[in-house]
């Protein structure tokens, strides 16, 4: 059956970094995009970033410049490296199976939680 596990999520001080990480079982990771979104409180769910199935890259909305998303095929997982980070980074972030960055998604993680403060 077709799971997402976030993890990498935690506490971090305003200009530091994580590593998310979405490992997918269930399916052939490239066969599939991958995206991220976040969730902060209050708010509505927002796109981060996205990889397609050749690889392609895309950084969305604030995460320009700050943001990597990359996959490891042999380890079915997708990373998001966040550095920079910023106290309105702080949200529940989820990665989510897409069928190539289309925002067709049928698979979402249980989502992973990331604050920012100081």
């Known amino acids: 059956q077709v799971q997402l596990v976030e993890s990498g999520g935690g506490f971090v001080q305003p200009g530091g970094s994580l590593r998310l990480s979405c490992a997918a079982s269930?399916?052939?990771?490239?066969?599939?995009?991958i995206g991220w979104f976040r969730q902060a409180p209050g708010k509505e769910r927002e796109g981060v970033a996205c990889i397609s199935r050749d690889g392609r890259t895309y950084i969305l909305n604030s995460g320009k410049g700050r943001f990597t998303i990359s996959r490891d095929n042999a380890k079915n997982t997708v990373y998001l490296q966040m550095n920079s980070l910023k106290p309105e980074y702080t949200a529940v972030y989820y990665c989510t199976r897409d069928t190539n960055c289309a925002l067709e998604h049928d698979y979402w993680g249980q989502g992973t939680q990331v604050t920012v403060s100081s």
């Open positions: 269930g399916f052939t990771l490239d066969h599939y995009g």
